[in-house]
């Protein structure tokens, strides 16, 4: 029940660019440039407070939300959704309480209302997708059922984890284990994880094993026949570092009621059908690299 979320690119937005700057891809005919995400890299950075390093994985990342963001903004103004009395009225008053704060003034105020523009006009076409393509009760209902036939009969555990860098020190901790030390009192000795140290490496959570299946398939394999007390040995994962998983408890998953669920279900659903028109923008899409 895994969930792409393409939402989130719709909320980066162009910058100004520079005569020097260099075309990095061309969606329908609009040029995105190095300059643009040269500006969305030190905006980032500036909020992280240096933080955040730049890569190019942070780079191409940038670049594929910039895709995202002038495809939805080209099919909103093609649906002239700018021209919408919610959408103007939201403008006119954005302006104006930047007039009456004096954040007009402020020197990157333009490029400040250009991201405020095209984060708008992206809510116009997601309420525009939503309108003609609403969530109905009867699916969240569907939804609901669909969730609960999935996770019946199946088990959820809450889970300990003893991770450390090298596989000496997981072997150590495994020894320590096996000569009945206790888990948390292990987990406290070796793990590298800060909150492990504090907690005992339990967490407070219980994950779903189907979940688990699905997201860690490894560690699912792992702990999936453990009876309640019982650890793996040391898994490595793909960073190098290892780990002992620890089940600290197993029941029976605990759904929650339609009630408790609908307004999550509904949300995802929401999500899924903004997804899909974002998907059909891509599949139409002229979109040409310049690598």
């Given at each position: 029940?895994?969930?792409?979320?393409?939402?989130?690119?719709?909320?980066?937005?162009?910058?100004?660019?520079?005569?020097?700057?260099?075309?990095?891809?061309?969606?329908?005919?609009?040029?995105?440039?190095?300059?643009?995400?040269?500006?969305?890299?030190?905006?980032?950075?500036s909020q992280s407070?240096?933080?955040?390093?730049?890569?190019?994985?942070?780079?191409?990342?940038?670049?594929?939300?910039?895709?995202?963001?002038?495809?939805?903004?080209?099919?909103?103004?093609?649906?002239?959704?700018?021209?919408?009395?919610?959408?103007?009225?939201?403008?006119?008053?954005?302006?104006?309480?930047?007039?009456?704060?004096?954040?007009?003034?402020?020197?990157?105020?333009?490029?400040?209302?250009?991201?405020?523009?095209?984060?708008?006009?992206?809510?116009?076409?997601?309420?525009?997708?939503?309108?003609?393509?609403?969530?109905?009760?009867?699916?969240?209902?569907?939804?609901?059922?669909?969730f609960s036939n999935?996770?019946?009969?199946?088990?959820?555990?809450?889970?300990?984890?003893?991770?450390?860098?090298?596989?000496?020190?997981?072997?150590?901790?495994?020894?320590?284990?096996?000569?009945?030390?206790?888990?948390?009192?292990?987990?406290?000795?070796?793990?590298?994880?800060?909150?492990?140290?504090?907690?005992?490496?339990?967490?407070?959570?219980y994950v779903r094993?189907?979940?688990?299946?699905?997201?860690?398939?490894?560690?699912?394999?792992?702990?999936?026949?453990?009876?309640?007390?019982?650890?793996?040995?040391?898994?490595?994962?793909?960073?190098?570092?290892?780990?002992?998983?620890?089940?600290?408890?197993?029941?029976?998953?605990?759904?929650?009621?339609?009630?408790?669920?609908?307004?999550?279900?509904?949300?995802?659903?929401?999500?899924?059908?903004?997804?899909?028109?974002?998907?059909?923008?891509?599949?139409?899409?002229?979109?040409?690299?310049?690598?």
């Amino acid at each position: 029940m895994k969930k792409t979320y393409l939402t989130s690119a719709l909320m980066l937005a162009a910058f100004s660019g520079s005569l020097m700057a260099q075309t990095l891809v061309t969606v329908n005919g609009t040029k995105i440039d190095s300059k643009e995400i040269d500006a969305q890299v030190k905006m980032l950075q500036s909020q992280s407070n240096g933080q955040l390093q730049d890569s190019p994985a942070l780079r191409q990342n940038l670049t594929q939300r910039q895709v995202t963001q002038t495809l939805v903004t080209q099919e909103a103004r093609r649906l002239k959704l700018e021209q919408s009395s919610q959408y103007k009225q939201a403008l006119e008053q954005a302006r104006a309480a930047a007039k009456q704060d004096g954040s007009d003034k402020q020197p990157n105020f333009k490029q400040q209302w250009a991201v405020y523009e095209g984060d708008l006009l992206a809510q116009a076409y997601m309420a525009h997708v939503l309108t003609n393509n609403p969530v109905t009760d009867s699916d969240v209902q569907r939804a609901y059922t669909d969730f609960s036939n999935f996770y019946k009969g199946s088990q959820e555990v809450q889970l300990g984890e003893i991770l450390t860098r090298s596989s000496a020190d997981a072997q150590k901790a495994e020894a320590d284990l096996k000569a009945k030390k206790s888990f948390q009192t292990v987990a406290r000795q070796y793990t590298i994880d800060p909150q492990g140290k504090q907690n005992g490496g339990i967490a407070q959570n219980y994950v779903r094993l189907k979940d688990l299946e699905q997201g860690a398939p490894v560690v699912y394999g792992a702990v999936k026949d453990l009876r309640k007390g019982a650890y793996t040995a040391p898994l490595q994962s793909n960073d190098g570092l290892y780990a002992i998983f620890y089940v600290n408890d197993k029941r029976a998953v605990k759904l929650p009621t339609f009630d408790e669920a609908k307004q999550g279900l509904a949300q995802d659903l929401q999500t899924a059908r903004i997804d899909q028109a974002v998907a059909a923008l891509y599949q139409k899409a002229d979109i040409k690299s310049a690598n």
